[in-house]
Each structure stands twice: as C-alpha cells, then as structure tokens.
C-alpha cells in the first residue's frame, strides 16, 4: 500500500504522499517540523490543528487544506484519516485503508500527556509504520512532572545565584510544552524571536501558555537575572547570550538522558524531556495497534525491528530520510527533538 | 550514598573550579569524618582495584534488567559506558537508601573481593535495588575500579583546606603517600596538629608548564638554572628512620621494581628526599625509553633484566635534609646540599646529579637544546634561582622548555567510536603513510581536535564509510592531518615497521590531499636524527 521511493513514502493507488522529503503534488503531513513537512509541494494536507502551524512554516501562498480529526477523506477509492498523534500541535497519526486492509504511519508520537497538543490515540491497524527515534531500552523518561520540577527548581536557584536562565529547545512544540509546564510566578518567561513567533500561533489555535514576551522587546534596564529565556539550540555560545549577563544554560532533550551527550554539548544543565515516545511508549503504542507487520524508521531502527521479530511480530526497518545517522540529530533542527 | 553521589553530579556538571570546591567542601562541611575520609580518598583518586570481573557484572545486571545479551550490547554502543549503561538500564528501585557513604563502602563494597560468587551477586542486586540512577552509576564506577571523577588533587586540597583551616599547602603534604581512609586519618589531615606519623610520605611534586612563545621574555638567562630535560619516571627518593622508599609521581611505591635504587638508600644520610628522574642509564648516558618500558612491563625482575637495563636516579632536588623540610630555602641552597649528598653516595653508581648547562645567551641555548634528541633528552627545565620548590604545577619559577616534537602528514584511514563524553562520535583515528602506492597505517590518535573539528571529522566518516570491522570504519582515504610525535623506532610489531610515542593531531591539514602525504621513507629517515 505504501513504498518508499526516491521522493518519499507514497500510496500509488490513492497518489499522494505522506511527509515527503522532495517537492511533490500532494503531500499528507504528519506534523509541521521541517524533516517531515518539505517546502514546495503543490498541495498539503494536515489535521486541523497543524494547518496553523503548517502555514507560519510554509507561508501565506502554500495550499493547505485541513481535516477533521478522524474525518475520512477519500483519493481514488483510498480512505485517510488523521488521528493525534501526541507529539506537538497538530501532530496526527496518518490512517490509510484501501481493500479492507489498513496501515497507519505514526510520524513522530509520545504517548505522555502534553496539555500543547492532543493526546495518542491508538489506531488499529494491519500494517504500522512507527518512528524508533529512542528505540532502546535505555531510554525511558521519568514522570514528566518530576523534570518541570527540576526545570522550576534550576530557574529558582538560579535567580538566588543571580543569573539568568538560558533554556534551549527546538523552536516548535518542545518550547511550547516546556513554557505551558514553567511556574509563571517564579519570573518572567522571555522568548527568542523564533519561538516568540510559534507561540502566537500556538495561542491563536487555541493553546493555553503563560504570558511571554519577546527577549528584543524589553527596556534596556531588565534585570535579566531573573527571567527564564527559551531559546533554540543554535543560540547555545552565540553573541545573542551576551545581553543577559551571567546565564546558567539547559538544554531540554530525550539525548540529555545519556551523560556523554550532556557534557558533549557545553551546556551547564541537561533535562530530560522528549516529544518522542521512550522505549516502554514505542513497545505499548506497537501493541495496542494490533498490528501484526511494523515497520520502523528514524533513530534506533535495528534493535526495536530485532525485538519485535524475536516477539512474534512481522517487524522491518524503513530507510527514510526524517533524521541522518542515530544521535547527534539534537544537535541540529532537521530532527525534532 | 545519595549525598556523595549529588556530590558527583555536582562536580560532573560543572567546569568551574571555585563551584567544585564550593561542592566538595559543602559536603566535607556537613558529613562525618567516616564519610568525608572516603569521599577525599576517592575524590583524588585512590579507587579500588576492580573488584567484580566484566564478564560476571554484565551477566548480572542482564539478569537483572530482564534485556536479552544483544540489546544490552546494542544499547552499550549507544551510552559508550559499562557504569552508566547499568545504571540506565536496570529497572526502578523498589526501595530506597539513607545509608551513609562509608556503610556502602566497607560494609558492601570492599567485601566482596573475599565473597563468592553467590554472595557477591546477592550484595550486587540488593544494594542496585535500593539505588536511584545516580547512585547506581558512581556505585557501578567504584566496583568497576573506574571511579573518576573532574576534580584535580589540588581542588580537593583546597577544598579541605577551606573547611579545616589549615595551610593548603600543608594539606596538600599530608594527602599524599600511603594512608588509610579511617577517622583518625580524617582528624590527622584536618587537625592542626603538624607532627608527621609516616615515614613514607612523599612531598607533592613541583611541576612545570611549558614555556610559550619567544623564550627571550625570560629576560637574563643568567637568573636561570638550566638542567636537560630527562624522559624518565619522575620520582623521590625517601631516606627516613633506616628505610628507603621510591614514589613515583602517581604516588604509587615503587620502591620493589628497583632494588638497585632502594640499595643506594643506605649510602644516604638520615631524613633524606630526593626529587629526580629515574632512567634506564648504561655507559653515563640514558637509554631509550623503551628499555625502561621493557623493565617496567616485567612482573619479575631477572638477573639478566637487572644487567641489561640498569636503573639510576637522576637528582633534580632535595626536599628534605636531615630530616627537616627545606623545600622553602632557595634553589641554590638546596642544589649545593643535593651536591654533597651526590657525592658522598658516588660509590653506588646509581645516583646522578641533572648536571647544570652552561651557556652565556638564549641562542647559544637554543642551539644546544637542537642536540637534546641526540642526548636522548626532551629539551631544557628552567628554574629560576632564588626560588623555593613549589607545591604543584605553577606559573613563573619552573619552565619546561622541550624540543619541538616530530611531525608527519598522515591520511585518515580508519575511524571507530571514542568512550564515555565521546560515546557514539567518531573521534579515534589511524593513520597511514605511503608506502610506494599502498597506505600503510602507522599511528592511532585521539587528540588534538577541537569539538567542533571532531564533529566535521565524524560527519565525514559517516558519510564515506567503505567497510565496517565491528565498530570500526575504513574510510575513503583523503582528509590529511599533521600528525606530531615524541619519539620514533623501529618495530617489528607495527605493519609499517616503526613504532611512535605519543601520537597527536597537531593540524587539521585541509590543505593537502592524500597524494600529499608522507612517505614511509622520509618518516624512517627520522629514526636517530
């Protein structure tokens, strides 16, 4: 039903394809990160959560069209439908059935509650194309109010030792999440221009964040010390740090759970915070499919196939271009984490 | 156990050195000395041998974190850390631990060298269930005998030296040698107390940074002790009490792998220290590195190792006379009385003194310092006169003035994942030099990159792979580093038939193309020049 060919995943029978990674005619997008939505399709279609977003990425001459969560949508006798899919706003599981037979493509998914976004929902299928960004055992999140703890916890202590706090995420969705998840009453929230922009949009679709404001926007005597700044990743030991003064920085990733990763990326604080499922998420998300074929892609592809197929499961890895080689993808913004 | 290994997080997080003392002696501050004599001990680096074999650990925590053998290998590639991958993988505690420190280290730790197997994987299981990650991770550490952690001897000397009081440079005295982590050491090292119980203590060395730029900013070299610079083992020379000791700088006693040094011993007078080199030294001249590394490698010393490779100690310094410290009088007063002592030990044959080199202007040294590698020397120390031996490696009196190291262009031939911080990156090379048209590899090294250079060079790797041997990667031969080196030899271990000492990346050559560099000639040429 779906392949995998130079241009990306494509459904011959209904024509279109789903996140594609080269321009084509009509793209079905999972979400609006830029490894899953590429520039320059003639026509895109998403959940109508993600429409927003979608066109603050693709901009205002984009042909976007929306659907209902869960609204069938038919093309040449092919039946898709999008269902959340967990990860950030708009984030929708791909449903596509033709003939009796049904394969859901997940995109990226977390299976934690993120009041930015709609929850998981599991959507039976035969054949489920699952992501595997963290596809090993070692990867297993804690409670996710226990990291805002230390994430407020670091903030405070910060303050006490008089500097500012320097937050990185990636701009779209992880920001979102870690803003909607600070305590608003311990200091001002100031934001980098690129994620200051997705917050609007956030708030015009209808998300719930604490005031913010943007960091170009403030009078020249701010007292710095006390503000929490999110900033993307690339600002990290850039001139754009310079103003705050003294600053302790964090990074906010699912990659800050391995120590060598923590100290590779000069950061003083590494949190543990990811918009991807963990390895418990992607085996219980797997199960409730009822898929008996899965098939896998991005990250740690290999061990979760080997250990699907030694669990009695049709399993195969997918060669897709969402991510280059494992880790190290939280060092750039091709990957959402 | 959970304070000491917030103490660890603390001090791993963090690359300022006023916060890691702040952490060090915010713990020593508020624990019992039981506790505070462990952390101190291990802080520095006295860690236990292994004390579980790898085999039997991994079996374990496989046991016990329910993986099947391949999955806990898979996931082992990715942490890059046997401790640490442990820690991550073993499922949550179902308990949890208010023991102190020193209850988990003698009670736990250190008896399961006697245990069987049995008991030692009974202990192992318990304590991994009452442990949070953090502690799993330094408990995995210690058992492993890999404990490390980013702190030098000195932070921790200041550390203690902030909560006792005392002198640092005292403190620093006392922690060196061989000592017991007990209470009573605790209150020995943090009393003001000054009367010294242990004859074997060595001082703290006095180190040199290597001089920068024009050697002319040290104005008259006439203010200047000049002495070669000797390729040895650094070491002191203990006379107290009718016994001889010999440390090394890595404070391990060394005293047995030199019989003919601890004979020397008795020609010395009483309180004796002798700051110096030992070298492998035959005919009044040293010999190649290698034959002390020869000797060295032996478990058992024979006869015949004892008459091919004779050792002798090449005197810098005398720390002690008489048994009174006189580390504080200046180098000229201590060089005169090391001289005496010199002389009146001249019968053993095994005791030298650095001879002073003489010369009337920085060119003149220049020049003598070009003949260091024919002396078998690696350049010039410089100390100033007037001054005291210091307490560490310090800025102003001493300075190591070393000839420029050898260098070679090399191609990048393989590549295979570092450990630990560099985990997952491609940051260990090989090297190879033309040998007609075929590469041959010649050295391995993991230095000497930036970050960032190591991110491009690890990018390159994954992008033009060609074979993959287990971890390792043959890649497309055509980045060209500058490869520099200490010393070269012929070997017959090494395919391309020599053999170098400590390899680094001096340069990223972008500039040059695989065709462009060296010949297996032209690096063979360098023997013995």
Same mark, same amino acid.
């Given at each position: ?5 130079? *241009? ?77 899919a967990g990860h ?10 033709? $003939? ?6 997940s995109?990226d998914y977390k299976l934690e ?7 998981f929902?599991p ?5 489920f194309i699952t992501e595997s960004t963290f596809g090993l055992p070692i990867y297993r999140w804690r409670a996710q109010?226990e990291s ?15 500097? =500012? ?9 992880? =920001? ?17 221009? =690129? ?12 998300? =719930? ?13 701010? *007292? ?18 310079? $103003? ?8 906010a990733s699912g990659w800050m759970r391995i120590r060598g990763t923590r100290r590779r990326?000069?950061? *003083?604080?590494g949190f543990v915070l990811s918009d991807h499922a963990d390895w418990p998420g992607l085996l219980s998300a797997i199960d409730a499919t009822?898929a008996?074929?899965v098939m896998a892609t991005h990250g740690y592809r290999a061990p979760l196939v080997r250990w699907l197929t030694e669990h009695g499961l049709e399993a195969m890895a997918l060669?897709?271009?969402f991510e280059?080689e494992r880790d190290e993808s939280g060092?750039?913004?091709?990957v959402a984490e | 156990?959970?304070?000491?290994a ?16 702040? /952490? ?28 579980i074999?790898i085999r039997k650990l991994r079996a374990w925590a496989i046991e016990e974190a329910g993986v099947p053998d391949w999955l806990f290998d898979e996931s082992y590639q990715a942490v890059g850390d046997l401790a640490e991958l442990i820690a991550l993988l073993l499922p949550a505690p179902t308990a949890?631990?208010?023991? +102190? ?20 994987r009974?202990?192992l299981i318990g304590a991994w269930r009452e442990m949070d990650e953090r502690q799993r991770f330094v408990w995995n550490k210690?058992i492993t ?22 002198? /640092? ?13 007990? +209470? ?44 070669? @610079?000797?390729? &040895? ?54 010999? +190649? ?93 410089? @100390? ?11 800025? &102003? ?20 994942p570092?450990s630990g911080k560099r985990a997952s990156l ?9 040998? @007609? ?33 287990g971890p ?14 200490? &010393? ?14 400590? +390899? ?12 462009? /560099? ?9 023997? &013995?020049?």
């Amino acid at each position: 039903m779906l392949r995998v060919t130079p *241009d990306g995943l494509y459904c011959k029978a209904g024509d279109f394809y789903i996140d594609p990674w080269c321009p084509v005619d009509r793209a079905v997008i999972t979400h609006a990160h830029s490894d899953h939505a590429h520039a320059g399709c003639q026509r895109y279609l998403c959940s109508e959560d993600c429409a927003g977003v979608l066109r603050a990425r693709m901009g205002p001459g984009a042909a976007i069209q929306s659907a209902a969560w869960a609204a069938p949508i038919s093309f040449q006798g092919v039946t898709v439908s999008l269902h959340p899919a967990g990860h950030i706003l708009g984030s929708a599981q791909i449903r596509v059935e033709h $003939k009796g037979e049904v394969w859901v493509v997940s995109g990226d998914y977390k299976l934690e509650p993120d009041p930015t976004c709609r929850p998981f929902e599991p959507v039976r299928c035969h054949t489920f194309i699952t992501e595997s960004t963290f596809g090993l055992p070692i990867y297993r999140w804690r409670a996710q109010p226990e990291s805002f703890a230390e994430i407020n916890a670091w903030w405070r202590a910060n303050q006490k030792m008089g500097r =500012a706090s320097a937050l990185f995420a990636y701009s779209l969705g992880k =920001a979102q999440r870690l803003i909607a998840g600070l305590d608003p009453t311990i200091g001002p929230i100031l934001c980098h221009g =690129a994620v200051e922009n997705l917050n609007r949009v956030y708030r015009e679709s209808g998300v =719930a964040l604490p005031p913010t404001q943007y960091t170009g926007d403030v009078a020249k005597a701010f *007292d710095w010390s006390r503000a929490i700044i999110i900033a993307p990743p690339s600002a990290n030991g850039s001139s754009y740090l310079r $103003k705050f003064g003294p600053v302790s920085t964090g990074f906010a990733s699912g990659w800050m759970r391995i120590r060598g990763t923590r100290r590779r990326r000069s950061i *003083d604080h590494g949190f543990v915070l990811s918009d991807h499922a963990d390895w418990p998420g992607l085996l219980s998300a797997i199960d409730a499919t009822g898929a008996s074929c899965v098939m896998a892609t991005h990250g740690y592809r290999a061990p979760l196939v080997r250990w699907l197929t030694e669990h009695g499961l049709e399993a195969m890895a997918l060669e897709t271009r969402f991510e280059g080689e494992r880790d190290e993808s939280g060092d750039t913004e091709m990957v959402a984490e | 156990m959970k304070r000491f290994a917030d103490l660890y997080t603390a001090l791993d997080e963090t690359t300022k050195t006023s916060a890691k003392v702040e /952490a060090i002696a915010a713990y020593l501050a508020s624990s019992p000395p039981e506790d505070a004599v462990w952390a101190i001990n291990f802080l520095i680096g006295r860690r236990p041998k292994r004390l579980i074999e790898i085999r039997k650990l991994r079996a374990w925590a496989i046991e016990e974190a329910g993986v099947p053998d391949w999955l806990f290998d898979e996931s082992y590639q990715a942490v890059g850390d046997l401790a640490e991958l442990i820690a991550l993988l073993l499922p949550a505690p179902t308990a949890t631990t208010g023991l +102190p420190l020193h209850y988990w280290v003698e009670e736990r730790l250190l008896p399961l060298r006697g245990q069987d197997d049995a008991r030692r994987r009974e202990s192992l299981i318990g304590a991994w269930r009452e442990m949070d990650e953090r502690q799993r991770f330094v408990w995995n550490k210690l058992i492993t005998g890999a404990f490390r952690v980013g702190v030098s001897q000195s932070l921790v000397v200041r550390a203690v030296a902030q909560v006792s009081g005392i002198d /640092a440079n005292v403190i620093s005295h006392r922690v060196m040698g061989d000592w017991a982590p007990t +209470p009573d050491f605790y209150a020995q090292l943090t009393g003001a107390d000054s009367s010294d119980a242990d004859i074997s203590r060595p001082y703290p060395f006095c180190l040199a940074y290597p001089i920068e730029g024009d050697i002319r900013q040290l104005e008259n070299p006439g203010d200047w002790q000049v002495e070669w @610079k000797w390729d &040895g083992i650094r070491s002191q020379l203990i006379r107290r009490r009718w016994h001889t000791f010999l440390w090394s700088r890595g404070e391990e006693l060394i005293t047995e792998r030199f019989p003919e040094l601890e004979a020397l011993g008795s020609l010395l007078p009483e309180g004796t220290v002798i700051d110096g080199e030992i070298l492998a030294w035959k005919d009044a001249a040293p010999m +190649p590195f290698a034959q002390m590394q020869r000797r060295i490698g032996r478990k058992a010393l024979s006869e015949k190792m004892l008459r091919d490779v004779p050792a002798a100690i090449v005197a810098y310094d005398l720390l002690e006379d008489g048994g009174h410290d006189i580390r504080e009088s200046p180098l000229e007063t201590r060089r005169a009385r090391l001289a005496e002592i010199v002389r009146s030990a001249s019968q053993s044959g095994h005791l030298i003194l650095s001879p002073a080199v003489e010369a009337a202007s920085w060119e003149d040294l220049e020049a003598l310092r070009r003949t260091s590698r024919e002396r078998g020397v690696e350049g010039f120390m410089l @100390k100033r006169f007037g001054s005291p031996y210091r307490v560490g490696r310090r800025r &102003g009196d001493w300075w190591k003035w070393k000839v420029e190291p050898y260098s070679v262009d090399a191609v990048l031939l393989y590549a295979q994942p570092g450990s630990g911080k560099r985990a997952s990156l491609f940051t260990d090379y090989t090297f190879a030099i033309w040998d @007609k048209d075929e590469l041959v590899p010649f050295a391995k090294a993991y230095s000497g990159l930036s970050d960032e250079e190591i991110r491009k060079v690890d990018a390159f790797v994954r992008r033009n792979t060609i074979e993959k041997f287990g971890p390792v990667r043959s890649v497309k031969p055509e980045l060209v580093f500058e490869i520099a080196f200490e &010393g070269i030899q012929k070997s017959p271990r090494h395919r391309s038939g020599i053999a170098v000492r400590f +390899p680094r990346m001096a340069r990223w050559r972008t500039d040059k193309r695989a065709a462009d /560099a060296d010949t297996i000639d032209t690096v063979k040429a360098l023997i &013995g020049s």
